[in-house]
């Protein structure tokens, strides 16, 4: 893929988006999920600019700042670099190569970049342009078939746990095969609540710790959780959970981790 147009948007004005492209390139969904034995996934961009677009689309393995010619994934987007008219409508097809070394226990996750720059605008004495490029990134989950369990239903595999002390956190484990996106996190103790920050995307057989700040280290009863997560559509779930104060080193998965 040509790194042309990554480069030339490192040097101009970029902003990162969440769905839209500056509300210019609308991507159809939030996240992509990519059953490993589909041949291909299609993701549909329209351009709800009042001009053309052109837009250049790669995958990368979470770094940000990678170009596309660096990025190292078993994927392959097309087309990979299209213009756009304005209203009008484009497929990316992606594909994944099938490699036999991608792992088969659990999800992978990557990240689909769209990269959309407006028309150069000519400065008053034609010796220099401005472009105006303008990229957003959302997760793609590549997921391995057979794995245990369903996707829908991970969420209430989830163990929570809450440490004394001085360091008083929140952690939760995730013992299964999928990943789970918490989009908010709300803890109550002693009747008032406490928000998280960024609450953390839970890979696989791991453990995350959930930002809350200023929790208390005296008043700690009646601990209440009430969490959201992102389903594979996108939409948001909401839970509840118990909670129980413990070391949370002490706190194992029930399903161990299969040997990688």
Known sequence: MSSALWRGGLGVL????????????VIDRTRVIYPVTARTVVVNLHNEADG????????DDGDATAAPENSDVPFTITPPIARMNAGTGRALRIMHDQTPKQVADRES????????????????????????????RIKLFLRPAQLPGKAQDVVHALQWCLSRGDDVGLEVLNPTA?????????????????HSEDP?????????????PELPSGDLSGPQLQFTTLDDDGATQHHQAQLQFVDCSSVKPYAAAPDA
């Open 14 to 25: 970029m902003s990162l988006q969440a769905i839209a492209v500056q509300g210019e390139i």
């Open 52 to 59: 053309p677009r052109l837009v250049q689309a790669w995958i």
């Open 109 to 136: 996750v990557y990240w689909l970049n769209v990269l959309a720059i407006r028309p150069s605008v000519e400065a008053s004495d034609e010796t220099n342009a401005l472009q105006f490029a303008f990229r957003t």
């Open 178 to 194: 999928y990943h789970v996106t918490l989009s908010g996190v709300v803890l109550t103790l002693g009747g008032v609540e406490h």
């Open 200 to 212: 953390p995307m839970v890979a696989p057989y791991a453990t995350a710790r959930v930002a809350i």
